[in-house]
Nanobody, 122 residues
Framework: QVQLVESGGGLVQAGGSLRLSCAAS????????MGWFRQAPGKEREFVAA????????YYADFVKGRFTISRDNAKSIVYLQMNSLKPEDTAVYYCAGARTRTRAAGEYDYWGQGTQVTVSS
């Protein structure tokens, strides 16, 4: 029902920046929250940031607070993740996801993109 496509990943040096984009299509009217998750090899998928469509409320994981900023363009149905001061430990596949309630739990997100690789070199 909903298609999410991430873009913007790539290689960057430590301290650099990247902006990820998530384009949504289909029944986008059912969306309430759009979030970003990441998963590194051998680790569980973890919450990064989320934003509500109606009011633009944002919330973040502690480990990215002050470095990453989530935003959205309602007219274009695009969610962004601006990542600054990147660290090698930020290396992971980053996923865009949609949920119907405000949550940090991956299991409560119903729609997922295929992910985009972010690699931060030391």
């Amino acid at each position: 029902q909903v298609q999410l496509v991430e873009s913007g990943g790539g290689l960057v040096q430590a301290g650099g920046s990247l902006r990820l984009s998530c384009a949504a299509s289909g029944r986008t009217s059912i969306r309430y929250v759009m979030g970003w998750f990441r998963q590194a090899p051998g680790k569980e998928r973890e919450f990064v940031a989320a934003i509500t469509w109606s009011a633009g409320y944002t919330y973040y994981a502690d480990f990215v607070k002050g470095r990453f900023t989530i935003s959205r363009d309602n007219a274009k149905s695009i969610v962004y993740l601006q990542m600054n001061s990147l660290k090698p430990e930020d290396t992971a596949v980053y996923y865009c996801a949609g949920a119907r309630t405000r949550t940090r739990a991956a299991g409560e997100y119903d729609y997922w993109g295929q992910g985009t690789q972010v690699t931060v070199s030391s």
